[in-house]
């Protein structure tokens, strides 16, 4: 099991440059969860997909920020016309149940820099 | 909404102490509370869990206990070791909301010989 991956682990993109952030979940996973992790705010909710269609997505600024799970193998996270206020650790997450209490699994983050 | 609090930003220890890293939440539903552990360029790690007011729930040394009447959710440890600096968040879930997570800022925890 090689956990959630998250592709690129690094990426820096120009000023008004689009960002594209990819996720494997756990195999056998149904939930996927993208959060952003900064300094300043913390760990913040962005967006949650079960069996691939949105659950919740009360976390993601309206505009710029879109969230894909084409297939129940990938997830991808796009920002368009990235600003430095948008550079951020970017974490994917999985889970198997629905219940509350049960666990997620993140990835190890991709680390979103804009020159 | 839900929210939660961790009044430590960071907590600096030498090896053997005991610690404890404060964690409080709001909300008006039945909550699940979670301790998760970062350490350094790694994913975030789930160590404790619970929703059973005033049981303690153990892992790895660490140990919590969900106060409901206080809404508070505290790690503690008797004994840090060196391999347990790291970054501690508090999160919050409820049924209503599936498996979302609202997250406490965080607590640096540094431990040194």
């Known amino acids: 099991n090689a956990g959630v991956i998250q592709t690129p682990r690094h990426k820096v993109t120009g000023k008004g440059q689009e960002a594209t952030l990819w996720c494997e979940p756990i195999s056998g996973h149904s939930a996927v969860f993208w959060y952003r992790q900064t300094i300043v705010q913390g760990l913040e909710f962005l967006t949650y997909f079960r069996n691939q269609a949105p659950i919740d997505d009360s976390g993601m600024p309206k505009e710029r920020f879109s969230a894909q799970m084409p297939n129940q193998s990938h997830s991808t996270l796009k920002i368009q016309s990235t600003q430095p206020q948008d550079s951020a650790v970017y974490l994917c997450?999985?889970?198997?149940?629905?219940?509350?209490?049960?666990?997620?699994?993140f990835g190890k983050g991709t680390r979103l820099t804009v020159v | 909404g839900d929210s939660v609090t961790q009044t430590e930003g960071l907590v600096t220890l030498t090896k053997g102490l005991p610690v404890m890293l404060n964690c409080t939440y709001q909300t008006t539903y039945s909550p699940f509370l979670f301790w998760y552990v970062q350490h350094l360029n790694e994913a975030p790690k789930l160590l404790l869990k619970?929703?059973?007011?005033?049981k303690r729930t153990e892992h790895q040394g660490f140990y919590a206990t969900l106060h409901k009447s206080s809404s508070s959710f505290h790690l503690q440890k008797s004994s840090v070791q060196l391999s347990d600096s790291a970054l501690y968040f508090c999160a919050l879930s409820r049924a209503s909301s599936g498996q979302k997570l609202v997250f406490g800022q965080g607590t640096i925890l540094k431990v040194y010989l």
């Open positions: 619970s929703s059973t007011d005033n």
């Open positions: 997450a999985s889970s198997s149940g629905q219940g509350a209490n049960t666990e997620v699994f």
